[in-house]
């Protein structure tokens, strides 16, 4: 996809239906913080719902899937879908930052978003939270669903929780470091004459 004139929007739609989940998503990064979610998973919603609104994007999220097992399925497949739709919503890339590294407090803990829009996917993750679970939701999952997400959107992102003490504010400070470092990568920047790599391509 490729952005060669000032109508290119940057959004775009995934639809994605396994034997383990069903996904509709609608991504707009251009957008003003409104999300319309529909999960089986509350705190995935939450968490999601604020990745939008300090992203500044649009998102609208139906997804089902076999949480009776578990909510790996669905969180893993969304996370692949997010990735999916951040790529194909940048067509080309030309103008962007392309770099980004957000600080986001939360209360008592802190986290760090630092992101490379590469077109080489990398995933670290530091991260070590006092509880295994935020209500009925396991912390292993936003470890998946990071590295899912990194790995479909093929960007590298680092992930370090520097400190915390409650698990739920250290997963969010995760979530809306994400979303402000996705802005300000993603920023069209009109100093940047086609993509900003000595290589010509990202």
């Given amino acids: 996809m490729e952005n060669n004139n000032e ?17 509709k998503l609608t991504l707009s990064v251009d957008g003003t913080g409104v999300s319309e979610l529909e999960t089986d998973i509350p705190f995935l919603n939450h968490m999601l719902d604020l990745f939008t609104k300090h992203g500044q994007f649009d998102l609208n999220l139906q997804a089902r899937g076999d949480i ?11 996370g692949i879908c997010l990735g999916h739709a951040l790529r194909e919503s940048l067509g080309d890339k030309k103008g962007i930052k392309r770099y980004a590294s957000v600080f986001v407090p939360m209360d008592e803990a802190l986290a760090q978003v630092i992101i490379d829009i590469s077109n080489r996917p990398h995933f670290e993750y530091r991260a070590t939270y006092p509880s295994q679970q935020v209500g009925s939701f396991s912390t292993e999952l936003v470890h998946e ?10 960007i590298t992102l680092h992930v370090i929780v520097h400190y915390g003490s409650n698990t739920h504010h250290m997963i969010e ?6 979303g402000r470092a996705l802005d300000e990568a993603t920023l069209i920047d009109p100093r940047v004459k086609g993509v900003p790599s000595t290589k010509g391509v990202l």
């Fill in 145 to 154: 669903f990071l590295w899912k997400f990194a790995l479909e959107a093929r």
């Fill in 173 to 178: 400070a995760i979530f809306k470091a994400l």
């Fill in 7 to 23: 109508e290119f929007i940057r959004q775009a739609r995934v639809n994605r239906k396994t034997n383990e989940t069903d996904i």
């Fill in 68 to 78: 009776e097992i578990d909510d790996h399925h669905t969180v893993e497949d969304i």
